[in-house]
């Protein structure tokens, strides 16, 4: 168990589909991240929140929406997704904004679009 | 601009062999280095970090890096590899700009261990 919970781990979801996606972290960290892994690219930085406040959205179509009521939550909620959108979807937490300790991740989503 | 650069996107060692996995980088501040392990359908985990502290980072499972300022290298090692170290590694470095910092990921090296 990393300390960083995401669920579920598959999700297989038409383009018309709306699902969500969930990440839960109990280590009393305030900043909290969506990462996406697609196959021979780097990660991608997507959203990232501080003290439940979304600080960056680094040029994501608006088909992904962040969603983090509380410091320990954070959802991605997706709707009318391509099929380029299929990935691994990764979450992190970090003690702080500044994240120099570096960050906790989840075990992912593996998100496949059809 | 903060980069990596991981050379060899496929590393292959015997078992007991030295492990070399190599990066470097790109920043226009003093950097803050990561190391990061991934183990098949799972999460990254954190091997090392360098935060401008003792230059040689000692980490997890036998694993250590050195951040070399000449070099801009931070490149990873461990003496003897064993089967459990395949996997893939994920060099990273903090990144400055916009309203804060975040992680900036190399493209990743899959490190294979043979018999």
């Known amino acids: 168990e990393t300390g960083v919970t995401q669920t579920p781990r598959h999700l297989v979801m038409g383009m018309t589909n709306k699902k969500s996606l969930k990440c839960e972290q109990h280590l009393g960290h305030n900043a909290m991240y969506w990462y996406k892994q697609s196959a021979k690219k780097p990660l991608e930085l997507m959203f990232v929140?501080?003290?439940?406040?979304?600080?960056e959205n680094n040029s994501v179509p608006s088909r992904f929406s962040p969603e983090c009521p509380n410091s320990s939550h954070l959802f991605l909620h997706l709707h009318t997704l391509q099929p380029e959108d299929s990935a691994l979807y990764l979450c992190?937490?970090?003690?702080?904004?500044?994240?120099?300790?570096?960050?906790?991740f989840g075990s992912g989503t593996r998100l496949t679009v059809v | 601009a903060q980069s990596v650069t991981q050379l060899g996107s496929h590393v292959s060692v015997s078992e007991g062999a030295l492990v070399l996995l190599r990066c470097n980088y790109s920043?226009?501040?003093?950097?803050?280095l990561f190391w990061y392990v991934q183990y098949p359908n799972q999460g990254l985990q954190l091997l090392l970090k360098y935060t401008s502290a003792a230059t040689l980072v000692k980490g997890i499972n036998g694993f250590e890096a050195e951040f070399k300022k000449s070099e801009t290298s931070f490149h990873l090692t461990k003496p003897s590899a064993h089967m459990s170290d395949a996997a893939e590694y994920f060099c990273a470095v903090k990144g400055y700009g916009g309203s804060q910092g975040n992680l900036i990921f190399g493209k990743g090296t899959k490190l294979s261990v043979k018999p």
């Open positions: 920043s226009s501040v003093p950097p803050y």
């Open positions: 929140y501080n003290f439940k406040e979304q600080t």
């Open positions: 992190a937490s970090s003690q702080d904004e500044w994240g120099g300790s570096g960050y906790t």
